[in-house]
């Protein structure tokens, strides 16, 4: 039998029906040479724990309340913020893990946290795949039926229910388990599949990874080429236009509609980049334990699922500078707060202040 000592992120043991058994710990590593990095770890998380959870809860909020936002790709935008900040919810307790090191959240936790990290992720692939879908049907296809508010909201919740059915058996299987570790036991939170004759590990990986990412990147790369395809055909027909004979509105339509396009294209890219790590290091994970290496570290699966966070706090950041009526509301919120805090801070107020902010409030809305 292996020692359990000899590797930071593996425990051993003998199970019936299955012999010598490896058990990856996930969230959990010991024999570190250097105990401060599990403090840098927890700290960058709580960090993109704040920022994620402020600038999704706000623009959330500015498209719930703003009537003007409510379109069909803002309608998917907020549920990809919403998934955002349910995917968020974890850090704190990633955070608490890897200064513990042993598992001290409960049975509980150990259930939902995975689950809830596989459910908002997987609704954060197809959220961004039906927006290409909706991107595609507009631009590509305008004389076809569109995506309209309420079916938009049906596909939310068909995302969602799919997130949580594919998404089930990582809540069955990631339990708790105790190993001897020196004079002391120690517990994990590690993922066991049931004893088969079947891999069950590799038929949800594989399902998992073809379901779950191959086939909406498919969707995403195809939809999005041909857009920009459509996009470029335009550009050059606008080009062999002279300038008198193309009208101010349709210069600044086609104006609007290539911004769009390149802010999706800039957050699918920036998707890809920050979650395809985390489907890799899965993958290896499950090809490791098979061969029995023991090489993989679950610094890399922590890495990996912090770089996937922060695809959550850039995401709002991207929707604020491209999309021009998230970012009107978001700047008009701010700067009305801020203006109410200066007017409550001033304890004699004059004329020629009340003025000014009147005079504010109107030049904020002929502007935005």
Known sequence: MVDSTQNKSY???EEAGW??????????????????????ESIIYIVLFLVSMFVNILIFYQIINIKSTRTVTNYFMCNLALADIFFTLTSPLIAIQRITETWVLGGFICHMMVFNLFVSGSVIIWTMTMISIDRYICINRPSSKKITPRMAIIFIIIIWIGGFSISSPIAMYFVIRQFPFGTETVKICTLIWPVSKVRISVVFTVFLCVLGFLIPLA????????????????RRAIASIKGNTLTKNKRHREARDLRVIQTLVLVVVLFLLMWSPIFIVFVLIQLDG???????????????????????????????????????????????????????QDNEPNHNQSVYAMSFTQNSSSVY
């Open 19 to 40: 012999g010598n058994r490896s058990y990856f710990t996930f969230f959990s590593e010991f024999n570190r040479p250097w105990k401060g990095l599990s403090y840098l």
């Open 11 to 13: 425990f051993f043991d």
């Open 219 to 234: 969707i995403l790369g195809v939809n999005y080429f041909l857009i920009l395809k459509r996009f470029c055909k335009s």
């Open 290 to 344: 098979m061969e029995d290496k023991m090489k993989m570290s679950s610094q890399m699966f922590i890495a990996t699922l912090a770089i996937a966070v922060c695809n959550g706090c850039l995401n709002p950041f991207v929707y604020g500078i491209r999309n021009y009526r998230i970012k009107r509301s978001v700047l008009r919120c701010l700067l009305c707060r801020k203006r109410q805090r200066r007017i409550k």
